[in-house]
């Protein structure tokens, strides 16, 4: 069965600085990994996808993930933190077969100091 | 524009009294879905269907129903809404794939709370 762990339930930044969100993945075959913003208040966002193509990914507003299969891993970064990053992230994998259901993880909540 | 509403945005309902939250893409897309959200649980898929009159069961689908009878709608229905049903719900749909993955696009939220 797909699963994604993410590995910090909270984590705070300083304006400007590095962003780094950890997820690992459990997988039986190649996944396909997502990651997910949530605001405040509002639905859900896709940040950037990653379907077996490139193994570094972009999404939008300067996030990037890179996809490890050594480390079964798919962690989200940011070189420079905005206040407007302030939100939840879920890091989410496809499962497999017919059903396109999102399995997803806990999230981790970002905050940005200014 | 593309988009997924959801309605009511929120809902505060007692135990036992019927109720629907109503789904709606303009998008064409054959898959939709039904995700809950609980603190610290991340977002659970309620039901899902794959095109008109296609539905079956997520993780978490004691208590809901759903039908697809057009494309573009597919309403979650409580029948006897219980406390442990308060949560934050969200509707989302994408082209079917099979094996690739399209992006799912999420509407924005449908907070119940039952009494």
């Known amino acids: 069965a797909q699963s994604v762990t993410q590995l910090d339930s909270h984590v705070s930044v300083s304006e400007g600085t590095p962003v780094l969100l950890r997820c690992n993945y459990s997988?039986?075959?190649?996944?396909?990994l997502f990651w997910y913003v949530q605001h405040p208040n509002k639905g859900l966002q896709l940040l950037l996808k990653?379907?077996?193509?490139?193994?570094l990914v972009k999404g939008i507003n300067g996030f990037e993930a890179e996809f490890k299969k050594s480390e079964t891993s798919f962690h989200l970064t940011k070189p420079s933190a905005h206040m407007s990053d302030a939100a939840e992230y879920f890091c989410v994998v496809i499962d497999g077969g017919a059903t396109n259901k999102l399995i997803f993880g806990t999230g981790t909540l970002l905050a940005v100091q200014p | 524009e593309a988009q997924v509403t959801q309605n009511p945005r929120y809902l505060i309902t007692v135990t036992g009294k019927k109720l629907t939250v109503t789904c709606s893409q303009n998008?064409?897309?054959?898959?939709m879905s039904w995700y809950r959200q609980d603190p610290g649980l991340g977002l659970r898929q309620i039901y899902y269907?794959?095109?008109?009159?296609?539905?079956d069961k997520g993780d978490v689908p004691e208590g809901y129903k759903v039908s697809r009878k057009e494309k573009r709608n597919f309403p979650l229905i409580l029948e006897s809404p219980s406390p442990n049903q308060t949560s934050l719900y969200f509707c989302a749909s994408s082209f079917a794939s099979g094996t690739l993955s399209y992006e799912q696009y999420f509407g924005p939220g449908t907070r119940l709370t039952v009494t």
């Open positions: 997988s039986s075959y190649s996944p396909s």
């Open positions: 990653y379907t077996s193509a490139a193994t």
């Open positions: 998008m064409n897309h054959e898959y």
């Open positions: 269907s794959m095109n008109v009159e296609v539905t």
